[in-house]
């Protein structure tokens, strides 16, 4: 499923439920139908900034681990497989996190939903 984040402020942004699930999780939304409101969207921003850097600070130590699980799994080392390509939790939100900065900006409601 399909989320469509929608702003007077800028152009759609479109994501997998499940990849916008997170996001909104953090900022105690709904991921099926809400609405961020200009006046939410500095404290909005804070936390999704907050939580980009965290994920940052944790993007190494993440991508050991999936090293070493793909490459040492139960049947030993497996060298004949293809590097995993991860699209980090910041890649991800960078775009909701422009169009609060733009929302926020210019005094607009964030809506996905409706």
Do not use: C
Not at 33 to 46: K, P
Not at 48 to 66: F, G, M, P, V, W
């Amino acid at each position: 499923m399909l989320v469509t984040f929608k702003s007077k402020a800028a152009a759609d942004v479109v994501m997998y439920e499940t990849h916008a699930k997170p996001i909104l999780d953090l900022l105690h939304k709904d991921v099926k139908r809400g609405v961020i409101t200009a006046a939410e969207s500095a404290d909005a921003l804070a936390v999704l900034a907050k939580q980009i850097d965290n994920s940052k600070a944790h993007e190494a130590a993440e991508a050991l681990e999936r090293d070493v699980r793909a490459h040492h799994n139960e049947n030993g080392d497996d060298h004949g497989h293809e590097k995993i390509e991860v699209v980090t939790f910041s890649a991800r939100a960078y775009p909701l996190l422009d169009m609060l900065r733009a929302a926020k900006e210019g005094n607009h409601d964030i809506l996905w939903g409706v």
